[in-house]
């Protein structure tokens, strides 16, 4: 079975600072990668996924990923996070074929400091 | 994009008692949802696959007697926590699948918060 693992679990930056996101996967076949956003009282949205193509992949407000298929890797980025980006952060994964059955990330809370 | 709603979104009752929480699809219809639990600072868990018109698949140590799903319609799938326990509070969130053009995407409801007592 797959599994996601999230190595930071809560992660707090000055607001302009970079961030990067990690996320690891095990699974030997073909995966669909995402990552999921959840604001303070607010449900999970999508921030962005990857299917096939470009392994650099944008989602909204300016956040990307890269999926580097060698590291079972798919970290999220963003370049300046600002105080708004205070949110828990999901990366998750469905393996190809079959139901679409989402393994999730155990979550990183990013807080961002004004 | 697709809305997904939830109700209740908050409900606390009674150990022994039964809670029933819909999930709805607004705008969509979705042929399969699904049932998450989410523990405090832990990972949304999946409990099972509900698809309309058919039974539920559940998890690997879901009880599926405990967790009753309901998919009558493509807009609607209910998950009932029979003779809840303190045990089973928990956040319930609950996602619909809507099929693509070009890629498979889930949305998701605001979660139900059960407190039994």
């Known amino acids: 079975a797959q599994s996601v693992s999230q190595h930071n679990h809560h992660v707090i930056l000055s607001e302009a600072a970079s961030l990067e996101l990690g996320c690891n996967y095990s699974?030997?076949?073909?995966?669909?990668l995402f990552w999921y956003v959840q604001y303070p009282g607010q449900h999970l949205q999508l921030l962005l996924k990857?299917?096939?193509?470009?392994?650099l992949v944008k989602g909204i407000k300016g956040f990307e990923a890269e999926f580097i298929k060698s590291k079972f890797s798919f970290n999220l980025r963003k370049p300046s996070v600002q105080w708004s980006d205070t949110a828990e952060y999901f990366c998750a994964v469905i393996t190809s074929g079959g139901y679409q059955k989402v393994t999730f990330g155990t979550g990183t809370k990013l807080q961002v400091i004004p | 994009g697709a809305v997904v709603s939830q109700h209740p979104s908050w409900v606390i009752c009674k150990s022994g008692t039964s809670v029933k929480i819909e999930c709805r699809s607004l705008d969509f219809q979705a042929t399969t949802m699904f049932w998450y639990r989410q523990f405090p600072k832990q990972s949304l868990m999946l409990m099972a696959t509900s698809n309309e018109g058919s039974k539920a698949t559940y998890e690997q140590g879901v009880e599926k007697d405990k967790f009753l799903i309901n998919h009558a319609s493509l807009t609607l799938s209910t998950l009932t926590v029979t003779s809840a326990h303190p045990e089973d509070s928990s956040f319930y969130i609950c996602?619909?699948?809507?099929?693509?053009?070009?890629?498979?995407?889930?949305?998701f409801g605001p979660g139900t918060r059960l407190t039994v007592t």
């Open positions: 699974y030997g076949g073909t995966v669909n």
């Open positions: 990857y299917f096939s193509g470009d392994p």
């Open positions: 996602s619909a699948y809507k099929r693509g053009m070009s890629s498979y995407e889930q949305y």
